[in-house]
């Protein structure tokens, strides 16, 4: 029940192109999902973040998709780019007695070809 | 603003050899403090998080043992590593919802 599930595992975009990753959850007391972008070498860093109440949030070239009813929340980089070139992690939280704790996904590796 | 360190950024020790690694955390009071190990460059761990000095909780039991000394101070150590020890070691803080990562300790144990 706390699993993030998150797809695919890699993927290849060509320049300019769409890049879009996927996670799942099933904890409904979930309110808080984030995604983390990290390079080789480096900590994540945290990229962009929704809370249930909203269905769309947008900062430049990154957006997260949420779906509450389906449990389901993406992460659409748009024109990408070859320096978006890294692991990207969806994660998701609660607050209350979990103490900030987050469940992360396993990690999508994306290489974007000039 | 707020800054995390880590350090060594890389490691290596012998099995059977013990192990501290230290992270800080600048511009910020009582933060929570989580630790945790990414293995093969995928999947981040947690193994440790702290809501206080002296306060701390294991996620998974294991060879390690972490500390809070200090309000802005985590340890992570061990008194006798194995080669499954070997991993990235994260150290992160926050203040409410959002988690910030520390750069990492690359941990080679041979």
């Known amino acids: 029940q706390q699993q993030v599930k998150q797809s695919p595992q890699s993927l290849i975009v060509q320049k300019g192109g769409i890049s879009i990753i996927n996670c799942a959850y099933e904890?409904?007391?979930?309110?808080?999902f984030p995604w983390y972008q990290q390079f080789p070498g480096k900590g994540p860093a945290l990229l962009i973040a929704i809370r249930p109440d909203v269905s769309e949030k947008k900062e430049g070239r990154f957006t997260i998709s949420f779906n509450k009813s389906a449990k389901q929340f993406s992460l659409h980089i748009m024109d990408s780019q070859p320096g978006d070139s890294a692991t990207y992690f969806c994660?998701?939280?609660?607050?209350?007695?979990?103490?900030?704790?987050?469940?992360f996904g396993q990690g999508t590796i994306l290489t974007v070809h000039p | 603003s707020q800054t995390i360190h880590q350090w060594p950024a890389t490691l290596v020790q012998p099995v059977g050899s013990p192990l501290s690694l230290e992270c800080t955390v600048e511009?910020?009071?009582?933060?929570?403090l989580y630790w945790y190990r990414q293995a093969a460059g995928r999947g981040l761990q947690l193994l440790f998080y702290?809501?206080?000095?002296?306060?701390i909780s294991s996620e998974v039991p294991q060879n390690l043992s972490a500390s809070r000394p200090q309000d802005r101070q985590f340890i992570l150590s061990s008194k006798k590593l194995l080669l499954s020890d070997s991993g990235f070691y994260l150290c992160?803080?926050?203040?409410?919802?959002?988690?910030?990562f520390g750069p990492g300790t690359r941990l080679t144990v041979t």
């Open positions: 994660a998701a939280g609660t607050g209350g007695t979990s103490y900030g704790k987050l469940t």
């Open positions: 904890n409904t007391a979930f309110d808080y």
């Open positions: 992160a803080w926050s203040a409410s919802k959002e988690q910030y």
């Open positions: 702290s809501v206080g000095i002296g306060q």
């Open positions: 511009g910020t009071s009582n933060p929570n």
